[in-house]
C-alpha cells in the first residue's frame, strides 16, 4: 500500500462553542468525523486512513471509525494528537509505513470534501513522482526518512526540489490591505487562491519537512515551503469549506438536507400536516459549573447541574423536536452518561435532534420556549437567544420568561425550568 491519509480531528473547536471536540460534533445527524472519513473509503486505490484523535476519546474515534470503515477497518489507526496542530500532524505521519510514498494530510472540519478531491491530489503527486520531480526513496535515507522520521533525529537537508500539491479555488471578493480600521490598499485577487484540504505530498519529504520547521505554520503547503519545497495547486470544491463557526455548521446541514433530498435548505412543504411536539427540562443550581442558557453563556452567574452543560431550554428545545417527530427523547437518543457528550453545549443536542428529524424526512417549521427561573435574568438577551437557538434548529424560535411568585424549586432559587413546544412538518 502506497497512499495514505492522515486526518486530523483533534481540535477542540473553540470558535465552534459547542463544548465538546469538533470532530464528535454532529453535522445533520452524523458526526463531523464520519462524514469526512466516508470518502475516503470509495476511492478507487486502497489507501492507509491514519486519525488524529483527542487524548480522552481514542476509543470513541476507533468505534467511529470502524463503523465507517466497515471491511477496510484493517486499513485504520487511531493515534493521540499533539499540543498543537504541528504536533498532531507529526504524530500521524510518524506511524505511516515506509511502503507509504504519498501522503495527503487533511482536516476533519472539512467534513463535506468529496472524494473527487482526494483523488485529484493524489494523482498529483504521483504525477509527480513519475515525472522526475522526486523520487520518493531519493531522500537520504540517514537524514531521517522512513518510519518515525517525524522526532527529526539527525535531518540536516532540506526538501528543495520536491513538489507537494493543495487544493484551491480563486478568490471572488474584492481584497483590502488594512492598518488598524483604515483602509491601505486594494490587493489584486488574480494572484490570490483560497486553499483547503487534502494537502499532498510525498511522505519522506513532508516528514523531513515537519523535523525542519522552526515554527507551527497554519497548513502543511507552509511547513513544507519552509522547508524549501515547492506547492502547486489543483482545483478545489465548493463544498471543501471548513467549519468553523456556527454558521459554518448550518451551512453544511443545509448542504447536507439539499443533498438527501429534503428540498432546497430542507423546506418544509406548506400543504403538508404539522405535527407538535412537547418538550421539558429541569436542572438544578451548580455554582461550580458555568452558567449557559439557551446556547448563551451568563458570566457571573451559577451554572446548571448536568452531564452535558445542563442547558435547560436548549434541552426541552430538543425533546420538543423530538416528540414531535415520534423520535423518543433526549435521553434515550444521546444518553445520559455517554461520555461522548461530557460537559456538551446544548447546541450539539438540538442540531443532532434537527438531523434526526431531516433523516426522517421532517423539518422544523417553529418553536416556542419559556424560560422559568428568578435568575439568570434573560430579558436583555431575549433576542440574542432567539437568534442563537434559530440558527440552531434552521427555524424561527420564540422565548419568553417567566418567574413562580418565589414558590416552588425555582421560586427557592434552586434551579432552572424549560418548556418548549415545537411545530415540525413533511418535508
Known sequence: MDRAVVVVAAGSG????????KAFVPVAGQLMLARALAPLFTLASPTLVVVVAPSALLEDCRQV?????????????????????????QAGLAVLPDSVTSVLVHDAARCLTPAAQFARVFDAVAGALDAGALDAGSLDAGAGAGAGAGAGAGVDVDVGGVVGFVPALPVTD???????????????????????????????ALR??????????????????????????????????????????????SIVRSRSGSGAGGAADPAAPVRFGLGVDVHAFDAESPCRVGLLDFPGEPGLSGHSDGDAVAHAVCDALLSAGGLGDIGGTFGTSDPAYAGAAGDVFVR???????????????VTVQVIGNRPRI???????????????????????????????????EGLAAIATAVIRPV
Open 174 to 204: 474584492t481584497i483590502k490591505r488594512v492598518s488598524g480600521d483604515v483602509v491601505v490598499e486594494t490587493v489584486d485577487r488574480a494572484a490570490l487562491v483560497g486553499v483547503q484540504t487534502p494537502q499532498g505530498f510525498p511522505l519522506d
Open 379 to 413: 430579558g436583555a438577551r431575549r433576542a440574542e437567544m432567539q437568534d442563537a437557538l434559530s440558527a440552531a434548529v434552521g427555524a424561527p424560535v420564540a422565548v419568553s420568561g417567566t418567574t413562580t411568585d418565589g414558590l416552588g424549586f425555582t421560586g427557592r432559587g
Open 14 to 21: 473553540t470558535r465552534l462553542g459547542i463544548g465538546t471536540a
Open 65 to 89: 471509525v470502524a463503523s465507517v470503515a466497515g471491511a477496510a477497518v484493517a486499513y485504520t489507526a487511531v493515534v493521540p494528537g499533539g499540543t498543537d496542530r504541528h504536533g498532531s500532524v
Open 208 to 253: 523531513r519537512a515537519y523535523a525542519l520547521s522552526a515554527q507551527s505554520e497554519t497548513d502543511d503547503a507552509g511547513v513544507f515551503q519552509a522547508a524549501g519545497g515547492t506547492v502547486r495547486f489543483v482545483p478545489g470544491d465548493a463544498d471543501a469549506f471548513k467549519i468553523t463557526t456556527p454558521w459554518d455548521l448550518g451551512r453544511a446541514e
Open 352 to 366: 443532532g435532534a434537527v438531523g434526526l428529524l431531516a433523516d426522517a424526512g421532517l423539518v422544523p417549521v417553529s
